[in-house]
């Protein structure tokens, strides 16, 4: 990280800062926000960072650091059951096994380090004895039917060191596994991330093979199980121009169940999956319907937007904030319309494979996907 933190101190942003950057323009809370809070800084005050528990490794850092991470984030691969439409082979096996059978890749993912045992061991063994962990966050493919995810919980928790540490990963809410559940209550804390794109069938095609019935009923259940334990959930959600039209009944679920939500960021890849693809006319259905719920939703006009999204008790807010930064990204980004063929194309593929079709699912976009070739 040196030569990041060098171009940093210089004032620069590095070329990975552009998504946060982006986020920041229309009202959403980014990356870079959030990892500020964990470290005492806020965004709107500066003067904080004299207050930060971190400031004296800030002063002596200059862009060098002997400290021991105590945030990891550890990528254990793609070994995913599910195959969702935006999503890539480098992140689910169902979907790389497919791509490959219809030609739309020609060479398989490599193997996940963690699927080699040895070096599951050896990572397991250095985890174990680095000291002052605080929050181990898992990601690639669905973290529940992982291997590897078992193992490292039960290796820290033979290790002691589970009262100590945060534990955070997100489920597609295909699955269901009590021996995690049974683990996952032995540390700290746990920060559960449910993925959904929206509570009706059309979900079934996004987040290719669910069931909402099921997704439905594991989401009521991981908020149950959140909330008797006092773990941290929050629907995780990527908007693209298929599930957009639909959105709102995600803010819905979350406003009864009184839950946050929360996307990584404005989906960059793949390009043709963004929600720039739609034009004014169908754009201004959508943001009239966000408004109108935000307006009807929102308790108090915010004088400042919240960072810290996190926090049960403003999820009211939170949730207002996030989905104004939808009608700010709909209402002012261009629309590509290079993009609509790579699109066409690509579900085309999918539904050959799949035997379905995304206007059984989404009705409303029949005009607009006739006229661009469907």
Same mark, same amino acid.
Request: aromatic share 8%.
């Given at each position: 990280?040196?030569?990041?933190?060098?171009?940093?101190?210089?004032?620069?942003?590095?070329?990975?800062?552009?998504?946060? *950057?982006?986020?920041?323009?229309?009202?959403?809370?980014?990356?870079?926000?959030?990892?500020?809070?964990?470290?005492?800084?806020?965004?709107?005050?500066?003067?904080?960072?004299?207050?930060?528990?971190?400031?004296?490794?800030?002063?002596?850092?200059?862009?060098?650091?002997?400290?021991?991470? #105590?945030?990891?984030?550890?990528?254990?691969?793609n070994y995913c059951n599910s195959a969702c439409v935006f999503c890539v082979p480098n992140s689910s096996s169902r979907l790389a096994e497919e791509w490959m059978r219809i030609g739309l890749i020609n060479q398989m993912p490599l193997q996940s380090w963690c699927e080699d045992p040895d070096l599951l061991e050896r990572f397991m063994r250095d985890l174990v004895s680095v000291p002052n962990i605080k929050y181990l966050h898992f990601i690639g493919g669905e973290t529940l039917i992982t291997p590897a995810f078992v193992k490292i919980l039960s290796r820290l928790v033979d290790n002691g060191m589970a009262d100590n540490i945060t534990i955070g990963f997100t489920t597609n809410l295909t699955v269901w596994n009590e021996k995690i559940l049974s683990l996952l209550q032995n540390f700290?804390?746990?920060?559960?991330?449910?993925?959904?794109?929206?509570?009706?069938?059309?979900?079934?095609?996004?987040?290719?093979?669910?069931?909402?019935?099921? #997704?439905?009923?594991?989401?009521?259940?991981?908020?149950?199980?959140?909330?008797?334990?006092?773990?941290?959930?929050?629907?995780?959600?990527?908007?693209?121009?298929?599930?957009?039209?639909?959105?709102?009944?995600?803010?819905?679920?979350?406003?009864?169940?009184?839950?946050?939500?929360?996307?990584?960021?404005?989906l960059q890849n793949p390009r043709f999956m963004n929600v720039n693809l739609?034009?004014? !006319?169908?754009?201004?259905?959508?943001?009239? *319907?966000?408004?109108?719920?935000?307006?009807?939703?929102?308790?108090?006009?915010?004088?400042?937007?919240?960072?810290? !999204?996190?926090?049960?008790?403003?999820?009211?807010? #939170?949730?207002?904030?996030?989905?104004?930064?939808?009608?700010?990204?709909?209402?002012?980004?261009?629309?590509?319309l290079d993009e609509w063929p790579h699109l066409i194309d690509f579900i085309k593929r999918l539904e050959r494979s799949r035997g379905n079709a995304i206007l059984d699912y989404l009705p409303e976009y029949e005009f607009i996907f006739r006229s661009k070739g469907y």
């Open positions: 990280m040196h030569d990041t933190r060098q171009l940093m101190l210089s004032g620069q942003d590095p070329t990975g800062c552009a998504p946060c *950057r982006e986020m920041e323009r229309h009202g959403k809370i980014s990356g870079r926000q959030r990892q500020l809070i964990k470290i005492g800084v806020l965004v709107d005050n500066w003067n904080s960072i004299a207050t930060s528990p971190w400031l004296p490794i800030f002063k002596n850092s200059q862009g060098e650091t002997n400290e021991m991470p #105590v945030d990891w984030q550890i990528d254990l691969g700290q804390q746990v920060n559960v991330g449910i993925s959904i794109e929206c509570f009706d069938a059309l979900n079934d095609y996004i987040r290719y093979p669910s069931n909402i019935a099921q #997704v439905t009923h594991n989401a009521e259940r991981w908020i149950d199980m959140a909330s008797k334990n006092q773990w941290l959930l929050q629907i995780r959600t990527t908007p693209t121009i298929l599930s957009i039209p639909r959105l709102l009944s995600v803010y819905e679920f979350a406003w009864r169940h009184k839950i946050t939500v929360e996307s990584c960021n404005f739609l034009g004014h !006319v169908h754009r201004q259905p959508i943001i009239e *319907r966000f408004q109108n719920w935000i307006d009807s939703h929102q308790p108090i006009k915010p004088t400042a937007i919240s960072a810290n !999204v996190r926090n049960p008790e403003t999820y009211q807010t #939170v949730l207002c904030q996030d989905l104004s930064s939808y009608c700010n990204y709909l209402k002012t980004t261009p629309e590509n």
